[in-house]
Nanobody, 114 residues
């Protein structure tokens, strides 16, 4: 099984950028379908972006053209580059690994506010 830890969140102004990282330990993430999810206050958990083991990506319509998911298997780390951030992107962001079982990080806060 893999343990996942997110980092890189924080407070950013509208229009700014952040890069989230999801570091894996205990197992290689290269075999996993990896994904980013988010939950805003009072809202349900929603998919942000996913990437398969062979690199196929999928994005929520709300982030297409602004967010980019990537992975560095040598570093056992997945990333989410977030550009042109909007207040509605404010949420707790979670990374997930899927290979039969699901594994989740603890979540990290992203706040977009002036």
């Amino acid at each position: 099984q893999v343990q996942l830890v997110e980092s890189g969140g924080g407070l950013v102004q509208p229009g700014g950028s952040l890069r989230l990282s999801c570091s894996g330990s205990g197992s290689s993430i290269s075999i996993y379908i990896m994904g980013w999810y988010r939950q805003a206050p009072g809202k349900q958990l929603e998919l942000v972006a996913t990437m398969t083991a062979i690199g196929t990506t999928n994005y929520a319509d709300s982030v297409k053209g602004r967010f980019t998911i990537s992975r560095d298997n040598a570093k056992n780390t997945m990333y989410l580059q977030m550009n042109d951030l909007k207040p509605e992107d404010t949420a707790v962001y979670y990374c997930k690994g899927l290979s039969g079982d699901e594994y989740w990080g603890q979540g990290i806060q992203v706040t977009v506010s002036s």
